[in-house]
Nanobody, 120 residues
Framework: QVRLVESGGGLVQPGGSLRLSCAAS????????MSWYRQVPGKERELVAA????????NYADSVKGRFTISRDNAKKMVYLQMNSLKPEDTAVYYC?????????????WGQGTQVTVSS
């Protein structure tokens, strides 16, 4: 059974930090690109940060570059999102995603999301 379970969300003041974690199970984690997305009500889900399967390459939305860092531990089947200098506009539900494209097939897994609220 495939599972992605996010944790670490919560309420933080502007300028503060949070670290999100995502625990994966039920699939070969090290083969998958892992990403963090976020969504606010009424808007489309947007990519925040992505990591290749080995973690050697990362990519960030312009809005979070220099503030957020994605990392992964393939041995523990975990992916993290360190969020610093948080802004009210970072408020959203954050989702963990695992993606593999293999022989014309797409394997696309999502967690249930964790709420991040940045407010004073």
């Amino acid at each position: 059974q495939v599972r992605l379970v996010e944790s670490g969300g919560g309420l933080v003041q502007p300028g503060g930090s949070l670290r999100l974690s995502c625990a994966a199970s039920g699939f070969t984690f090290s083969n998958y690109a892992m990403s963090w997305y976020r969504q606010v009500p009424g808007k489309e889900r947007e990519l925040v940060a992505a990591s290749t399967s080995a973690g050697g390459s990362t990519n960030y939305a312009d809005s979070v570059k220099g503030r957020f860092t994605i990392s992964r531990d393939n041995a523990k089947k975990m992916v993290y999102l360190q969020m610093n200098s948080l802004k009210p506009e970072d408020t959203a539900v954050y989702y963990c995603n695992g993606l593999l494209l293999w022989l014309g097939l797409k394997y696309d897994y999502w967690g249930q999301g964790t709420q991040v609220t940045v407010s004073s």
